[in-house]
């Protein structure tokens, strides 16, 4: 009894906060932002800046510190987004958007009836784009409770206003989502994440990384049109967003083949803005020689990065 009533006072304080004004969260995340910046002590900072290092081993010391300064603040303002997008109505959200550069392709995609997988990375505020889509179509998306009870009833309780069917992490939810793409419906895959077990080894940035093949396995079994969607947020206080076709490659060859393809995709977009990519992801210890590397030395870290990457390259020459 005591643990519900802690979880509905939790509830009424998330969405307390989530009705302020998105503008506010903005300003909040401003502050905190500029706090990690300046003091780089935060666990955070750490493993943003190592990421970037990695990706990017070229690049100069200054340049490298701005691009962190930039994505700390861009990666926390997307935190404070999400809690004022998942607050407002669908309505409210959908005039958030304010430029749609490529919306004929989801148009042409649904007119096909063949299903669409969108590719939705951890870029920019991806949030905002459910209520958009879901005007068009029903969507099937793979859901991972989150642990706070409060917090997941709160996002929950989003999601289904937009219509959208949440099926579990597991193999159950993944047939739910061939049967829906099979019938013409629509699914957002995050392409970045490493999988609980297993999964191929695909290059990431020229490191070989455990990788789910699950995206390119729908695409490939159902022949669902992929595209690629994000957002980024603008200077008049809303988003713009972007959908893109995904190399038509990635439905020929192998699962693994495909994963491939949806890495390059994700890595160009990266490079195109990588202001704008959420890094605080420790994605490259999914490689057995790297396991470690957010717990050790940075330089250490970066040297055994560098024995992988060089070992790679030679066993691809």
Not at 236 to 263: C, K, N, W
């Amino acid at each position: 009894m005591t643990q519900s009533k802690s979880s509905s006072t939790n509830y009424r304080l998330i969405k307390l906060l989530s009705r302020q004004p998105i503008q506010l969260g903005r300003f909040m995340a401003g502050l905190v932002a500029g706090l990690v910046n300046t003091f780089s002590l935060s666990k955070l900072s750490k493993i943003i800046s190592l990421n970037i290092q990695i990706v990017f081993p070229e690049m100069e010391a200054q340049q490298r510190q701005q691009l962190v300064r930039k994505a700390i603040h861009n990666e926390l303002t997307s935190y404070f987004e999400f809690l004022s997008i998942w607050g407002a109505s669908n309505q409210k959200n959908i005039r958030r958007i304010d430029t749609i550069h490529g919306e004929h392709y989801l148009h042409d995609a649904l007119a096909e009836k063949k299903g669409v997988v969108l590719v939705v990375p951890h870029f920019g505020t991806w949030e905002v784009m459910n209520a958009w889509v879901a005007q068009y179509s029903p969507m099937t998306i793979l859901y991972k409770p989150v642990k706070n009870p409060a917090a997941d009833q709160f996002v929950r309780d989003a999601r289904s206003r937009e219509q959208a069917h949440l099926v579990p992490t597991d193999e159950s939810g993944v047939r739910q989502i061939f049967k829906a793409l099979k019938q013409g419906g629509t699914t957002a895959i995050l392409p970045d994440h490493t999988p609980d077990h297993g999964g191929d080894m695909i290059e990431y940035f020229g490191i070989p990384l455990a990788s789910s093949s699950l995206s390119a396995k729908l695409i490939q079994k159902t022949k669902a049109k992929a595209l690629l969607l994000y957002t980024m947020r603008n200077d008049q206080d809303g988003f713009d967003m972007y959908i893109e076709p995904v190399d038509p490659q990635v439905y020929e060859g192998s699962a693994e083949h495909g994963t491939r393809i949806l890495h390059q995709t994700l890595e160009q977009l990266i490079r195109r803005y990588p202001e704008h990519y959420h890094w605080s992801y420790k994605r490259f210890r999914a490689h057995p020689a790297l396991k470690k590397i957010y717990d050790i030395d940075e330089h250490e870290a970066l040297a055994r990065v560098a024995a992988v990457r060089q070992q790679t390259q030679q066993e691809t020459a």
